[in-house]
């Protein structure tokens, strides 16, 4: 378990600004990851091997995307313990995100919202980054999430996300398409029907290509958004499939407010993740594992915040889960609590 309770940090992060918090904590992370100093925050790993899309995964408990959106503290999430780490959503270009503030929490709730609209700074500075890492060779799985440039028009979208893939492909374990944040224009509109089959079949012709020049497969997972109904499940679940997709990540944030209204920043825009998330995207993953079948493979994210959270998801049809917004109210020692769970359940 970490040197540091983090029941003695919170109170002073939930003191600042959220953004500000969340900088100030990736800033220490960068600094001190590599160095004996993870002692304060890092756990040891869980066994609790899977394997998934031909991936050897070390336990079920992955870092969702969003938290590290530039690569810099891979190697600090991967010493809290993580079998798996996502990073990004990374774009072509470096690009500010909307205006501040975006990000708002609801303690009340456990949750958070956030319209940041993937600040990162661009593919390059990403991918150096990712190079620098060290997670892979101490035997973690590293997801690289991509996405488009806000200033790029949605009928090119497929554009940015090629580019993105062409960039990654070489230094990731699997590749994740982010097509349902809520915080790029149209973006979400690229889980229709036609959008979702055109993006795809050029993702899976361009995979193919790459796998070709660089001798190796990798799997690519799509994340999908917990506000759709049933029958657009249900095209995504076969779209997914025809164009051989290697999994999806179910869910990202959701636009509904309905389990926080009344609560200060509810009415914020942007997306809502945490605890109010739970049971709608447990209830995506259990539809998709409907359609989809008991071998396909489905990260499932969103509102885990204790051990048997994981397990539930885990029940719901995902094989493997990841948590964000938990960690930052349960802190680092939620992810050795989740893999534990997870293992003990699997006896």
């Known amino acids: 378990m970490p040197l540091l309770p983090y029941g003695l940090a919170r109170p002073f992060l ?4 959220p953004e500000a918090a969340h900088e100030l ?6 600094r001190t990851q590599r160095t004996p100093l993870t002692c304060l925050f890092g756990s040891s790993r869980v066994s609790d091997p899977i394997t998934l899309a031909g991936l050897n995964f070390p336990n079920r408990v992955g870092m969702a995307a969003g ?4 690569a810099r503290v891979i190697d600090a999430l991967g010493a809290m313990g993580f ?3 996502e990073v990004g959503t990374v774009t072509p270009l470096g690009q500010p995100g909307n205006p501040k503030p975006r990000m708002f929490r609801l303690p009340q709730a456990n949750a958070l919202i956030n319209r940041l609209g993937f600040n990162n700074e661009g593919l390059d500075s990403f991918i150096a980054n990712v190079q620098q890492a060290r997670f892979r060779q101490n035997g973690g799985l590293l997801g690289l999430n991509i996405g488009k440039n806000a200033a790029t028009p949605i009928e090119n979208a497929t554009d940015d996300y090629l580019t993105c893939l062409d960039g990654v492909y ?18 979400r509109a ?8 055109g993006l795809l079949s050029a993702v899976a012709t361009r995979r193919e290509q790459l796998a070709q020049q660089h001798g190796r497969r990798v799997p690519v997972f799509v994340k999908i958004a917990p ?12 779209t997914l499939q025809r164009h051989g997709m290697d999994g999806v990540v179910a869910t990202n944030t959701t636009l509904s407010r309905e389990a926080v209204k009344g609560l200060p920043h509810c009415d914020e825009a942007g997306g809502l993740s945490g605890a109010p998330v739970f049971e709608a995207s447990n209830a995506v993953i259990r539809q998709l594992r409907a359609k989809l079948g008991k071998g396909f493979p489905i990260i499932g994210v969103g509102g885990i915040l204790s051990g048997a959270d994981a397990v539930t998801k885990i029940e719901a049809g995902a094989d493997v889960v990841q948590i964000y917004t938990g960690l930052i109210y349960k802190g680092p020692g939620l992810v050795q609590e989740a893999a534990s769970a997870l293992k003990a359940a699997r006896r």
């Open 14 to 17: 939930f003191g600042l600004d």
């Open 67 to 70: 938290l590290d959106k530039n």
């Open 25 to 30: 904590t990736m800033e220490s992370l960068a």
């Open 170 to 187: 070489p230094h990731a374990d699997y590749v994740t398409v982010n097509i349902s944040s809520p915080n790029t224009k149209n973006l």
């Open 227 to 238: 506000d759709l109904d049933a029958a657009q499940i249900d095209v995504i679940a076969a």
């Open 190 to 197: 690229l889980q229709s029907d036609e959008a979702l089959d």
């Open 83 to 85: 079998g798996f780490v």
